[in-house]
């Protein structure tokens, strides 16, 4: 286990920036990954090429049967994607540590300028995550093709220099076959928790926040420009009041001279029918 150190540092590193589906990704890769890897499948595939038997004492026959069986040890493909896997987290933890870096050596920027750097570390986040999901798309494909979904105890090998058709045999290849389905649930759960934190991410990040963050700035602007801005800015407002309070000072007046009018109506009406 000691060449998966450098992997876990970086790694424990990495989830003090990473969201929470983001932490469950790295607890899927730590351990349904590299422990299980590092401590279990180590010993089940150290002797498989050794264990690979034909019936056949034709020098060469077995190596290019085994060749053809396994194109690559199954081992080394898991350890090979688990590395292609986390290379985009380590570039974006890279990128983390320089940017944290080149803060604490700048000083305290503004906040416009704090904003905009935390934008940058999302998008690049986002990138990051978007890049993994493709790797392991890109590697549960190639498991399938070059395994299938079962570890064939038997496999028939008709390969120059076998001088006819040959029997040869696997190794324990039920016990294969389950670590071989075992990593293709676990690469099939982990791309599935990606693509979950990646539309979740784009969601929070980038649509539901972008109008909640320019509402309180647009008001901000608003009350500066027009509660203190100089005496433009008094002179226009105190216009706008006076425009305001005269269309309702002229209907208040309306309604009492229309009422007096009224009243004078009803007055004369009623002298003359008294002269009548």
Same mark, same amino acid.
């Given at each position: 286990?000691?060449?998966? /150190?450098?992997?876990?540092?970086?790694? @424990?590193?990495?989830?003090?920036? $990473?969201?929470?589906?983001?932490?469950?990704?790295?607890?899927?890769?730590?351990?349904?990954?590299?422990?299980?890897?590092?401590?279990?499948?180590?010993?089940?595939?150290?002797?498989?090429?050794?264990?690979?038997?034909?019936?056949?004492?034709?020098? !060469?026959?077995?190596?290019?049967?085994?060749?053809?069986?396994?194109?690559?040890?199954?081992?080394?493909?898991?350890?090979?994607?688990?590395?292609?896997?986390?290379?985009?987290?380590?570039?974006?933890?890279?990128?983390?540590?320089?940017?944290?870096?080149?803060?604490?050596?700048?000083?305290?920027?503004?906040?416009?300028?704090?904003?905009?750097?935390?934008?940058?570390?999302?998008?690049?986040?986002?990138?990051?995550?978007?890049?993994?999901?493709?790797?392991?798309?890109?590697?549960?494909?190639?498991?399938?093709?070059?395994?299938?979904?079962?570890?064939?105890?038997?496999?028939?090998?008709?390969?120059?220099?076998?001088?006819?058709?040959?029997?040869?045999?696997? /190794?324990?290849?039920?016990?294969?076959?389950?670590?071989?389905?075992?990593?293709?649930?676990?690469?099939?759960? $982990? %791309?599935?928790? @990606? *693509?979950?934190?990646?539309?979740?991410? /784009?969601?929070?990040?980038? *649509?539901? $926040?972008?109008?909640?963050? @320019?509402?309180? %700035?647009?008001?901000?602007?608003?009350?500066?420009?027009?509660?203190?801005?100089? !005496?433009?800015?008094?002179?226009? %407002?105190?216009?706008?009041?006076?425009?305001?309070?005269?269309?309702?000072? !002229?209907?208040? @007046?309306?309604?009492?001279?229309?009422?007096?009018?009224?009243?004078?109506?009803?007055?004369? *009406?009623? $002298?003359?029918?008294?002269? %009548?």
């Amino acid at each position: 286990m000691g060449e998966w /150190s450098f992997l876990s540092d970086l790694f @424990s590193s990495l989830e003090a920036h $990473s969201t929470m589906l983001g932490r469950f990704w790295l607890l899927v890769t730590l351990i349904f990954r590299m422990l299980i890897l590092g401590t279990v499948a180590s010993d089940l595939f150290d002797d498989e090429q050794e264990e690979f038997t034909c019936n056949t004492l034709q020098p !060469g026959c077995k190596q290019v049967c085994y060749d053809m069986a396994f194109p690559i040890s199954q081992y080394r493909f898991w350890v090979f994607s688990i590395v292609l896997i986390a290379t985009p987290a380590m570039v974006f933890l890279v990128y983390v540590l320089h940017h944290g870096k080149k803060r604490a050596d700048g000083g305290r920027g503004s906040r416009h300028r704090d904003e905009l750097a935390g934008l940058h570390l999302r998008m690049f986040y986002v990138v990051n995550v978007a890049f993994r999901i493709l790797a392991e798309v890109v590697f549960l494909v190639l498991q399938w093709t070059l395994y299938g979904f079962t570890v064939e105890a038997h496999f028939p090998c008709s390969r120059f220099p076998c001088p006819h058709t040959v029997d040869c045999f696997t /190794s324990r290849p039920a016990e294969k076959t389950v670590f071989l389905r075992f990593y293709f649930g676990v690469g099939f759960v $982990s %791309a599935a928790s @990606s *693509c979950v934190e990646l539309f979740y991410s /784009s969601l929070k990040w980038f *649509c539901c $926040s972008r109008r909640p963050a @320019s509402d309180p %700035a647009r008001r901000r602007r608003l009350r500066r420009g027009g509660g203190g801005g100089g !005496g433009g800015g008094g002179e226009s %407002a105190g216009e706008r009041g006076k425009a305001q309070r005269l269309p309702a000072q !002229g209907r208040s @007046s309306g309604k009492v001279y229309g009422r007096e009018q009224s009243q004078e109506g009803r007055q004369i *009406c009623d $002298s003359a029918a008294l002269v %009548a």
